[in-house]
């Protein structure tokens, strides 16, 4: 184990002194970290960075495998275009987590912005998971083709919703699973609301336990409630608008 304090270091010269550090060992502790961006870039299975402060941009983006914990809250873009591995934020997020994720899990203790799980995707046995404790700004699964998101909405404060407007526009694919019910006009058209059926619990309750654990949460409590499942109703919800009639519809 080495330990890195990124107390006034340049962003990119933390990130090769990191690299370097992971040529040769497991796990990299990165103390006072404070907004350098890209950290742990492309970072391949068997490797550990535990950040202590808030990262920057882009953590985590492309990363291959292993495990981020940060201690400490995320700023935009957390898990972008990752192929894998986990990322556990002791905090909250900012925009667009999990952009484009291809694989792997993301466990964010409270609240995060607007986009998250933007163009998520899954292929063969390939399925991003993001678990979002708090609450969620607008645009949650935007254009989703695959993957799951759940959303637990958990100490709330009063008058606020567990999720944004526009909640799973242009949705072609994957799940959204939200704790309790959700108001009707947060959520964009074409979207299959259902309740949450026996399969699914089972795999709601596989992330939330892992999501307790991670954060000494009561699984008992978290569970004891209702899940709203939204699912597209069209792999093509956008179809309609550059085709006029059936003999041009694709």
């Given at each position: 184990?080495?330990?890195?304090?990124?107390?006034?270091?340049?962003?990119?010269?933390?990130?090769?002194?990191?690299?370097?550090?992971?040529?040769?060992?497991?796990?990299v502790?990165?103390?006072?970290?404070?907004?350098?961006?890209?950290?742990?870039?492309?970072?391949?299975?068997?490797?550990?960075?535990?950040?202590?402060?808030?990262?920057?941009?882009?953590?985590?983006?492309?990363?291959?495998?292993?495990?981020?914990?940060?201690?400490?809250?995320?700023?935009?873009?957390?898990?972008?275009?990752?192929?894998?591995?986990?990322?556990?934020?002791?905090?909250?997020?900012?925009?667009?987590?999990g952009y484009g994720m291809r694989d792997g899990?993301?466990?964010?203790?409270?609240?995060?912005?607007?986009?998250?799980?933007?163009?998520?995707?899954?292929?063969?046995?390939?399925?991003?998971?993001?678990?979002?404790?708090?609450?969620?700004?607008?645009?949650?699964g935007e254009y989703m083709a695959g993957g799951v998101i759940v959303l637990l909405g958990l100490n709330l404060k009063a008058n606020r919703e567990i999720v944004g407007h526009y909640c799973a526009t242009g949705m072609h694919g994957g799940v959204i699973y939200i704790r309790g019910d959700v108001p009707m006009d947060r959520i964009s058209n074409g979207i299959a609301v259902t309740e949450a059926d026996e399969k699914d619990m089972e795999t709601i309750g596989e992330l939330v336990r892992e999501y307790c654990q991670h954060f000494d949460v009561d699984y008992d409590s978290v569970m004891n409630s209702k899940f709203t499942r939204l699912a597209p109703t069209s792999a093509r919800p956008y179809k309609n608008l550059y085709a006029r009639n059936e003999a041009f519809s694709f």
């Open positions: 184990m080495k330990v890195i304090d990124a107390k006034e270091t340049y962003f990119k010269t933390l990130n090769d002194m990191v690299f370097d550090a992971l040529e040769t060992e497991n796990e502790i990165l103390a006072n970290v404070s907004g350098q961006r890209y950290i742990g870039t492309g970072m391949d299975a068997g490797k550990s960075i535990i950040v202590q402060g808030t990262p920057g941009n882009d953590m985590a983006c492309y990363m291959n495998g292993g495990k981020i914990t940060v201690h400490g809250n995320g700023q935009d873009a957390v898990g972008n275009t990752m192929n894998g591995g986990e990322i556990v934020i002791y905090g909250h997020s900012g925009d667009t987590v899990k993301i466990f964010i203790e409270t609240n995060v912005g607007c986009r998250g799980g933007i163009h998520m995707k899954e292929f063969n046995e390939y399925k991003p998971k993001i678990v979002i404790g708090g609450r969620a700004g607008a645009y949650l």
